[in-house]
């Protein structure tokens, strides 16, 4: 799986693409908050969340596995 976590320049960790992608909206908001994430099953055999609606968060953190 090329996408298991994915980072590109314009927003935040995706996991599996868009199976977990933690953004920030483009244009008034200016926060550190992500605000718009979604939650969308494509590359991750199971989904993550039972729903595909945007959601909220203040911080989050990522772990390594070893």
Request: aromatic share 18%.
């Amino acid at each position: 799986m090329d996408k298991a976590l994915y980072y590109p320049g314009w927003h935040g960790p995706s996991f599996g693409s868009s199976d977990l992608q933690l953004s920030v909206s483009i244009g008034g908001n200016k926060s550190n908050n992500f605000d718009y994430n979604i939650c969308k099953q494509t590359y991750y055999e199971k989904r993550i969340r039972n729903t595909e609606n945007l959601f909220y968060i203040e911080e989050y953190e990522v772990f390594q596995i070893i």
